[in-house]
């Protein structure tokens, strides 16, 4: 009685046409398939390092908001438009002065969005009471890809 692995073989050794043809159309599958990976992670890469500053934007305003929202809570405003996003850092020697602002600050320091310009903020904000944002990597109002706006109402 023959075994599996003697079916598989003819009378010389080799494997059966048949068989042959199955593992080339598994390997040019195979092939196909890590092709098409490493096109997709190209893309990827090449779209990312932009992504990444967006997200790194967010992740500040997020921040900046909960420091904004704390200041709030403690003076029961938000800084005025002349007092800025500084108040979260120095105290405001401008009225209204804050009785309550917390000893050492709301944030250590302020930080610059990925693209090194300084966070905006206004107050009144257009999209809610307050807006923080970033122009992005051109740095002017409005466009599209890389260049939108990140701002706190996102």
Same mark, same amino acid.
């Given at each position: 009685?023959?075994?599996?692995?003697?079916?598989?073989?003819?009378?010389?050794?080799?494997?059966?046409?048949?068989?042959?043809?199955? !593992?080339?159309?598994? =390997?040019?599958?195979?092939?196909?398939?890590? #092709?098409? &990976?490493?096109? %997709?992670?190209?893309?990827?890469?090449?779209?990312?390092?932009?992504?990444?500053?967006?997200?790194?934007?967010?992740?500040?305003?997020?921040?900046?908001?909960?420091?904004?929202?704390?200041?709030?809570?403690?003076?029961?405003?938000?800084?005025?438009?002349?007092?800025?996003?500084?108040?979260?850092?120095?105290?405001? !020697?401008?009225?209204? =002065?804050?009785?309550?602002?917390?000893?050492? #600050?709301? &944030?250590?320091? %302020?930080?610059?969005?990925?693209?090194?310009?300084?966070?905006?903020?206004?107050?009144?904000?257009?999209?809610?009471?307050?807006?923080?944002?970033?122009?992005?990597?051109?740095?002017?109002?409005?466009?599209?890809?890389?260049?939108?706006?990140?701002?706190?109402?996102?």
């Amino acid at each position: 009685m023959k075994t599996r692995t003697d079916r598989r073989t003819d009378i010389a050794g080799q494997r059966s046409g048949d068989q042959q043809g199955f !593992a080339f159309k598994r =390997v040019i599958v195979v092939v196909a398939m890590l #092709g098409l &990976l490493t096109t %997709l992670v190209a893309l990827k890469i090449m779209s990312g390092p932009e992504g990444v500053k967006r997200g790194a934007a967010k992740q500040d305003i997020d921040m900046i908001m909960e420091a904004l929202t704390r200041y709030h809570r403690d003076n029961g405003r938000y800084p005025t438009q002349e007092q800025g996003l500084r108040a979260l850092t120095e105290k405001p !020697a401008t009225n209204p =002065v804050p009785i309550f602002w917390k000893d050492g #600050g709301y &944030l250590q320091r %302020l930080p610059n969005d990925p693209w090194g310009n300084a966070y905006r903020y206004l107050n009144p904000g257009v999209h809610s009471e307050i807006d923080v944002f970033s122009y992005g990597a051109d740095a002017k109002q409005g466009g599209e890809g890389n260049d939108a706006d990140t701002g706190s109402w996102e």
